[in-house]
C-alpha cells in the first residue's frame, strides 16, 4: 500500500500541489481531515481533459505525521465521504 500511495503521490506532485482546495473546484464534501495542510489534486482525464476526479491526500496521524492517507472522489460527485479511501 505505501509503495502505491508513493507512486501516487510522485505522479500527482508532477502535475500540480497545493494547500489550499483549488479555487475553481465547485463545493465539495471532505471527510474530517487530521492534518493542518491537506493536500489537494484534481487528475484530469481524456484527450481534452474533459473528466476530472478530486484527490485529498492527509496526514492521518495529524500534523508533521507524514502524508498517509488517500481519498479519491472515485465516483465524481464531489462527496469524499461515499468513497474508499
Known sequence: MNKILAI?????????CSAQAPATQPAVKLPTLASSKP??????????ATY??????????????????????QNRDGDLTNDNR
Not at 52 to 73: C, M, R
Open 8 to 16: 501516487l503521490l510522485t505522479a500527482m506532485l508532477a502535475v500540480t
Open 39 to 48: 493536500l489537494f489534486f484534481k487528475m484530469v482525464f481524456g484527450p481534452k
Open 52 to 73: 476530472g476526479t478530486l484527490v485529498v491526500i492527509d496526514e492521518s496521524k495529524g500534523p508533521g505525521k507524514g502524508y498517509d492517507i488517500a481519498y479519491v472522489d
